[in-house]
């Protein structure tokens, strides 16, 4: 074959290769390329994906109802009680939520079946809690009882003569304190200070005892030896050795000793009791076998400890047992009890009697018996004055410490004597009669303050010239001066012991 004819017979066959099909294989590239193909198809399977995963979370919404359902059907008896209860109806508005944010939700789905499957272990345990539930609930009706008991205990308390200290710790490093505030300071030098206390209620604190002196020595102290509740399960004397302590803290100043007080602490850790209760029997203050003041006993009443004012715990009190199985929460039966809750420096509070007319108090004395019973700094002052027409003018105002009043004390006003002295005022033309509770220059104060007032005479010669005002009925007669009130105050009438 020549040259010519065997290229042209390659040529001829190169052709034909070329032109079959199968090497088109470029055909498959074509086929891929159009990607519509694997598009509908990932879409269809995407779509069949995103419709099994609806079908899931039907699936899942559906076994999720039908636990909820059965879980709500459990906790319907104990739907008041149980907040999981509420936190189920919480999970199902997840799963509303969930189907509303569709396929996003899928995940969330998968997390709220998990937590479906642990509402399922709660359904379980609401199951087995419907079991306990009777249980818990006879437990908590149990626990009624026990506050009845509680009750019931108050109510047989065995510490006659005894001051009840109570205290509502809910919080680690409070402490409530209650105070002796003496009259004047006091020389406590070569003293012995003794605490008879036993712990009534309570748990995880304990009490502190101490002498402090006042602001002349920014308020330094001794004391404050940690004694836990624990440990005063019977009777306890705790002792504080005055010199010996002293000796140990320079800044306090023995021979100027102005309150005497045990603090009930919480402490560290709880668990506390709520209320914590505290008996206080005496407080003896002794030297050579001599009392420099006190002993205070509590035979009678509370007087003269109180409630302090410095971070008070809210709720604290202290009450007198007066004799077995009887709790005294006020001792001043017949009495008007004045209540002041200070808060500032500077400010007062009247109680006023209005008479009905001008009455002539010419040749009189007025005598205002009270009693100190909740308080802390500041003072009562007693007063008379005249009205409008004569501008109000008035006498009296002497200053008398609460700490001065401990024990019944009758404060007087010399009517003759005191105009003499403000030729203002009218004798003859009295219109109101009252006592001002005080807060002072300074704090702490006993928040609220209470003051009790047993009687109100006005007797010129051997006449009554008004009155007198007993308070045994009622405190009708004795009203709130609204002359710069201070919120809170209130007057209201003991009726008889508690």
Request: glycine share 6%; hydrophobic share 30%; net charge negative.
């Amino acid at each position: 074959m020549s040259m010519c004819k065997r290229h042209w017979f390659i040529y001829g066959i190169l052709g034909v290769l070329l032109a079959a099909p199968g090497l088109t294989g470029c055909g498959e590239t074509d086929d891929v390329s159009p990607s519509a193909t694997d598009a509908d198809a990932d879409s269809d399977t995407d779509s069949d994906s995103d419709s099994d995963t609806d079908s899931d979370s039907d699936t899942d919404s559906d076994s999720d109802s039908d636990s909820d359902t059965d879980s709500d059907s459990d906790t319907d008896s104990d739907s008041d009680t149980d907040s999981d209860s509420d936190s189920d109806t919480d999970s199902d508005s997840d799963t509303d939520s969930d189907s509303d944010t569709d396929s996003d939700s899928d995940t969330d789905s998968d997390s709220d079946t998990d937590s479906d499957s642990d509402s399922d272990s709660d359904t379980d345990s609401d199951s087995d809690t419907d079991g306990d539930a009777d249980t818990d609930t006879d437990t908590d009706s149990d626990t009624d009882a026990d506050t009845d008991s509680d009750s019931d205990t108050d109510s047989e308390e065995t510490c006659p003569g005894c001051a009840r200290l109570e205290v509502p710790i809910t919080e680690a490093e409070t402490a409530q304190q209650f105070n002796v505030t003496l009259p004047t300071a006091t020389d406590l030098t070569g003293a012995v200070v003794t605490f008879r206390v036993m712990a009534y209620i309570a748990e995880g604190g304990g009490i502190q005892t101490y002498v402090q002196n006042g602001e002349a020595t920014d308020y330094a102290n001794i004391g404050y030896e940690w004694v836990a509740f624990e440990d005063l399960g019977s009777w306890t004397e705790v002792t504080i050795d005055v010199d010996a302590l002293a000796a140990d803290n320079e800044d306090f100043d023995s021979t100027a000793v102005e309150t005497i007080g045990i603090q009930v602490t919480a402490g560290d850790t709880g668990p506390w009791e709520n209320p914590t209760v505290v008996y206080l029997d005496s407080i003896a203050v002794v030297a050579d076998d001599t009392n420099i003041v006190g002993p205070y006993d509590f035979a009678a009443g509370t007087s003269p400890i109180s409630v302090g004012s410095y971070n008070p715990i809210e709720g604290s009190t202290v009450t007198h047992i007066a004799e077995e199985g009887v709790v005294i929460t006020e001792n001043c039966p017949g009495c008007a009890r004045l209540e002041v809750p200070f808060t500032e420096a500077e400010t007062a509070q009247q109680f006023s009697i209005f008479l009905e007319e001008a009455t002539d108090f010419t040749g009189a004395v007025v005598t205002f018996r009270v009693q100190s019973y909740l308080y802390s700094a500041g003072g009562v002052q007693t007063y008379i004055a005249n009205g409008d027409a004569n501008d109000n003018e008035n006498i009296g105002y002497a200053w008398n410490s609460f700490s001065s009043m401990t024990d019944w004390t009758d404060i007087t006003i010399d009517v003759d004597a005191l105009a003499a002295e403000n030729t203002n005022f009218d004798p003859t033309a009295v219109e109101q009669l009252g006592v001002q509770l005080t807060a002072g220059d300074t704090g702490p104060w006993a928040n609220p303050t209470v003051i009790y007032v047993d009687a109100i005479t006005v007797v010129a010669g051997a006449a009554d010239v008004v009155g007198p005002y007993t308070f045994d009925a009622d405190v009708d007669v004795i009203t709130l001066n609204d002359y710069n009130p201070i919120e809170g105050s209130d007057v209201t009438h003991i009726a008889e012991m508690k």
